[in-house]
């Protein structure tokens, strides 16, 4: 992968990094999601393709934010519907595979899975000293998102949008972090996987933006690009 560097920012400088969380630490239990759907709708879903597609999906719902488009409610119905799409349902059954899928998720959180290898990264980077946070657009549950997840006690604050009445990409919610982490912007780095959500909103607020890019589908960027989080232990070794 090729990352173009933002050389105005030392990262041997870098004391805090924030996350964002679903699509970058945390993911949709698609094994979950997949019984889910085929017990309620008969509908069998391709597991395989599900990461990629929640990928596909946000960069949809990203693609969107740019523009001005659309209400929050209105952003989950295109994000799940061009996933479902990916994953195998038919558009005569879209409609309500989402529907049903919109049900679910008011119910309970179904951001709750990681990759094993993340707590390691995040370990790491903790016993380099680093102060770790999160930065999430969300409903009021994403600590009990990371909970579920097992990752919860290696971060040392979560700033939730429902929480704090302000989104990315407005800097002011990326301020907060860095008070809360007791920085300066310049010494923070924000990881996202949402380039006009993530990026342009830590760039406007003085951080480091690095974009986690799995898939290489963000190849003309102007940013730092990681296709896998521990990367980041070379970006700030």
């Known amino acids: 992968m090729n990352n173009v560097v933002d050389s105005l920012t030392p990262h041997q400088d870098i004391k805090a990094i924030f996350f964002d969380a679903g699509g970058t630490l945390i993911h949709l239990d698609s094994a979950y999601v997949c019984r889910f759907i085929k017990k309620e709708l008969n509908i069998e879903l391709s597991a395989d393709r599900f990461r990629r ?64 290898a993340n707590a390691e990264t995040l370990a790491a980077l903790k016993a ?50 860095v008070e809360r982490a007791g920085v300066m912007p310049d010494q923070a780095a924000h990881v996202g996987d949402l380039y006009w959500v993530d990026v342009v909103g830590a760039r406007k607020a003085g951080l480091l933006p690095i974009l986690y890019d799995p898939y290489d589908l963000n190849r003309d960027v102007d940013c730092l690009r990681i296709g896998t989080i521990d990367e980041l232990l070379k970006l700030v070794g």
């Open 53 to 116: 597609a929640q990928f596909l999906a946000m960069s949809r719902v990203a693609e969107l934010v740019a523009a001005g488009a659309g209400s929050t409610e209105k952003l989950k119905r295109d994000f799940y519907s061009t996933l479902l799409l990916e994953v195998g349902v038919e558009k005569a059954h879209l409609s309500g595979a989402v529907e049903c899928i919109l049900k679910l998720a008011q119910g309970e959180m179904l951001w709750r899975a990681t990759d094993e």
């Open 128 to 177: 380099r000293g680093l102060l770790l946070g999160v930065i999430s657009n969300s409903d009021g549950r994403i600590e009990s998102a990371f909970q579920q997840a097992g990752l919860a006690s290696y971060f040392d604050f979560f700033i939730d949008s429902f929480r704090v009445g302000v989104e990315k990409p407005d800097p002011r919610i990326f301020h907060l972090a």
